[in-house]
Structure formats: C-alpha cells, structure tokens
C-alpha cells in the first residue's frame, strides 16, 4: 500500500467537503448541492480508494457514480479538464472514438490500472497530462495541439459510461493488468522491453516484466 504522506492532506480536506455536501440539511444557509457537486467529490473518493489500496473493486452502492450525475459534470464534452470524471471520460474519446465499447473500455483499463501503480500519478488528470511539461506526453491527444472538446455527442456519451464503470470499479479488466497500449499500426521500440497482455482488434496492451 502506497505511504499516503504526499496526498493525505488533500484526501482529508476532499473528504470533509464530501460529508459537508452529502448533510447538508435544511437549515443550511448554503444552497444544497448540484448535482454535478456530487457527482465529483464521488468520483475524488472513488480515485482514493484505488490510490489507496492499489486495487480495483467495486465500490459501495452509496457512492457509486450515477449516470445522470456522471452526465451533469460534463453534458456536452466541453467542461474543462479539471476533475477526475471529465478526464478520464475525454481520454477515453480521444483514445478510442469510432471504435466498439471493448476497445473503450481496454483503454480505460489501461488508465485506472496506472491510478492503481505507484510509480503513476495519484490522479487521473496527472495520469491523462502526464509528460505534457516535457512535450512528451503519455496520451498523444492531449499534446496534439488540437481542441479537447469532444464534438461527437453519441460516442462521448459512450466514453462517459465507460469511465462511469471504471471508477465505479465494475468494469472488468480485459487487459490483464496492461499498463501501456498501442495502436495496431504502429510499432513503438518500447514495446520490445515489456510483455504483451491482450490485443484488441485496434490495439496491443503491455505491462511491465515481473
């Protein structure tokens, strides 16, 4: 289990605005939460628990993820890329848009089992932007130059279900516990220093030796 020095602060403050928001009762002079609000302190919680235990498993009932809440974060595929729902969801459309739901859904393997690996990011907007500060990006579309917003509403909407079960921890993981991925049509010079763990019809999957 990963020492929880380096996040446990922030975790703490999530946490307590989560129980702020889910008590909030009638005599609050605060406006009660949206819908949206929810739906991302849920998903915050839902990344922790995997930062935590380094596992994937389904979560409790009383804070899974919702499809109309996953919906209200992002309805359109134009929120920005702040929080943990939206970015795993535009990943997941930029990775594998026009393509079936296996390959969305091995793609979104591929990123939760990063969340779950210590030597990745703690969060999976880092996971998504990771080495963009460098210009060597992890996820090639978010260093494309080109818009982020996803303009297809049908396959975003996919996507967004997609990423609603992964954080949820009910999506099976097809990959094997792939790590890195590739288009069929390319052959990085990576791919020859790890082990393949499943193929898609779009695209081979890897994971560290050992």
């Known amino acids: 289990m990963k020492a929880l020095a380096e996040r446990g ?38 990344e922790r628990r995997v930062v935590e235990t380094d596992r994937i498993e389904p979560a409790p009932e009383a804070v899974r993820l919702t499809p109309e809440g996953t919906e209200a974060v992002d309805p359109q595929g134009l929120a920005p890329l702040d929080d ?31 969340l779950g690996n210590p030597e990745f990011p703690s969060s999976l907007c880092d996971i998504v932007q990771q080495g963009s500060e460098h210009g060597h990006c992890q996820f090639s579309w978010w260093c494309d130059g080109r818009p982020d917003e996803a303009n297809e509403p049908e396959q975003y909407a996919e996507a967004r279900e997609v990423a609603r079960r992964a954080l949820n921890g009910t999506l099976p993981d097809i990959t094997h516990g792939a790590l890195f991925f590739h288009h069929r049509s390319i052959s990085p010079g990576w791919m020859s220093t790890l082990i393949r763990t499943a193929r898609t019809q779009e695209f081979n999957f890897y994971r560290q030796p050992g």
């Open 9 to 46: 602060y922030r975790h703490l403050a999530i946490g307590l605005v989560l129980a702020g928001l889910l008590s909030s009762g009638p005599s609050s002079a605060s406006p009660p939460p949206t819908r949206a609000e929810i739906a991302k302190q849920k998903a915050v919680q839902l």
């Open 84 to 114: 943990a729902i939206t970015c795993l969801a535009r990943s997941i459309y930029w990775e594998a848009k026009g393509t079936d739901q296996r390959e969305m859904q091995a793609v979104a393997n591929v990123i939760m089992n990063r």
